[in-house]
């Protein structure tokens, strides 16, 4: 008896088991893995940082990891990052925009039906030689900024039902091989855009009518057109193509043919067509009728910056915030370019300013204070009235962004980027010349004029100085003006001396 009921439960086992196996839902008898998502985006982390500095002192990349988990390849250039929510004026940085310049695959199943995630892309702003993010101002105290990047791309959704059909009915007492007239499952690739509800009935002699509804499952935004290009006649566009090996197919929803595009109305789309079989061969059978969607995709991912106040630098007393104009008996000692001057840390030991001092907190300034002035006048300040028109050096120019208001130059401007320059030029010159240029011919910071203008970057044997002394040049084998001559003069002048 036990041996009866142990068999009679291993048999019903058997049977759960297989039909499991075998059923609708297993991905294994279905065409595609499913799924309602396209690409999904997230910010590598520390990438954007959670927390930067002001005051050009601290760079950043932002970079993306871009995973498709849906089942359509976005080809090279088929996809669109674009940053938004900060400003080039605050944080610098490379293009806000970019074509991804790769492949980005989608999800794909095995000949076993098993379905493989695909690798994730990457794609960053201010790395991999870029110029780097920086937050340029200088401000009174912590500020938040939102970041957001929007992704769009083109994608496609495939669908495929099993449609009956049938030329006749059937006949008497014989049961059909397939339903004409039911609702027929369907089945989906990954993509956030679906076909659901498709169902088939009889239409007339050798015609069968069906029907199906378009479901936009995801959270992002569908529009035709170019990439990223959501204007409101692009919204909610889509480009429907049913296709079948037999029969001819013709859809009112598009137009008469078997393709056109439609516009969904608060998410869906009903779309109706016609089959016409008479002239198919066979009385009754099931084939594949195969829907593809065409449409782009547009979707963001938030995140914050939180730029803090800096100060001078960590452990050393920040600048008042309250300018002191009223000039002091002690001697001035300018900065780089003349038209600064070193003090302390509450704008102590300054000159006169007919306007306000700022402190920029560029720190290569503050360093070339502290040799030439001392640690009491460490600080490097720029007059909020200072002539402007010269780069620190002194023979370069400050202009806008298209080489105008920059002085003559007997050769050419050229603007090499550096970030403590244009925003020394945005504190003196304005927010009208923003920019450092060089001058071919000159001699200044693309040359050879050390910090401070009277001094000259030359080789290792007096050299490529570029500029006379009557007095006879010397050597003071100062690190910080050798490294600055480095910089900005190259390997061959990378030394600076000073003239008496």
């Known amino acids: 008896m036990k041996r009866r009921v142990a068999l009679v439960f291993f048999l019903a086992a058997s049977v759960f088991i297989a039909g499991c196996a ?46 498709n988990k849906g089942e359509q390849d976005i080809e090279v250039s088929q996809s669109k990052v674009e940053l938004s929510g900060i400003s080039n004026v605050d944080f610098g940085g490379p293009v806000y925009v970019k074509v991804v310049s790769e492949r980005i695959p989608g999800k794909s199943k095995d000949q076993e039906g098993n379905c ?4 994730p892309v990457i794609v960053s702003f201010g790395s991999s030689g870029e110029e780097p993010f920086r937050y340029r101002q200088v401000l009174p105290g912590n500020t938040q900024f939102p970041l957001r990047v929007d992704v769009c791309y083109s994608y496609r959704t495939r669908a495929s039902a099993q449609f009956c059909v049938q030329r006749e009915l059937p006949r008497f007492g014989q049961e059909p091989t397939c339903k004409v007239d039911e609702v027929k499952a369907v089945s989906n690739s990954g993509s956030p855009l679906h076909v659901e509800n498709f169902r088939q009935s009889p239409g007339g002699q050798s015609k069968i009518a069906f029907s199906f509804d378009l479901v936009h499952k995801g959270t992002g935004a569908i529009h035709s057109g170019d990439l990223c290009d959501s204007r409101f006649q692009n919204r909610n566009r889509v480009r429907v193509r049913v296709t079948s090996n037999v029969g001819r197919i013709t859809c009112t929803s598009l137009g008469g043919g078997n393709e056109g595009d439609v516009t969904l109305t608060e998410n869906k789309k009903f779309v109706s067509c016609f089959m016409d079989a008479s002239g198919v061969s066979g009385r009754e059978f099931e084939t594949p009728l195969s829907i593809e969607l065409f449409f782009n995709y547009k979707q963001h991912e938030d995140t914050t910056i939180l730029v803090k106040s800096a100060g001078v630098a960590s452990g050393t007393p920040s600048p008042s915030p309250v300018p002191t104009p009223t000039p002091t008996p ?8 003349g038209v600064g001057a070193c003090g302390g840390s509450s704008r102590e030991s300054l000159s006169s300013c007919s306007g306000q001092w700022l402190y920029p907190g560029n720190t290569q300034y503050n360093e070339w204070c502290r040799v030439t002035a001392g640690e009491s006048r460490s600080y490097c300040y720029t007059c909020s009235v200072g002539t402007g028109s010269a780069c620190p050096g002194g023979v370069d120019g400050c202009g806008g962004g298209s080489r105008e208001f920059l002085p003559a130059c007997s050769g050419s401007w050229n603007y090499q980027y550096n970030s403590q320059y244009d925003i020394w030029c945005r504190a003196n010159a304005g927010e009208s010349r923003p920019y450092c240029y060089t001058c071919s011919t000159g001699a200044g910071i693309g040359g050879t004029v050390c ?4 001094n000259a970057c030359g080789n290792d ?40």
């Open 330 to 337: 002690t001697p001035s000692v300018m900065c780089p370019g």
């Open 451 to 454: 910090p401070g203008g009277t």
């Open 22 to 67: 075998q059923g609708p839902n297993n991905v294994k008898t279905t065409p595609f893995c499913g799924g309602l998502d396209g690409v999904e985006v997230k910010f590598v982390e520390g990438s954007p940082p959670l927390e930067v500095f002001d005051g050009n002192q601290f760079p950043f990349d932002v970079s993306l990891r871009l995973l």
């Open 461 to 500: 044997n007096y050299g490529l100085l570029g500029t006379t002394c009557s007095i006879g040049w010397t050597y003071p084998n100062n690190p910080t003006w050798n490294n600055w001559c480095l910089t900005n003069a190259g390997g061959s002048r990378a030394y600076c001396y000073r003239c008496g």
């Open 116 to 119: 493989r995630e695909a690798n």
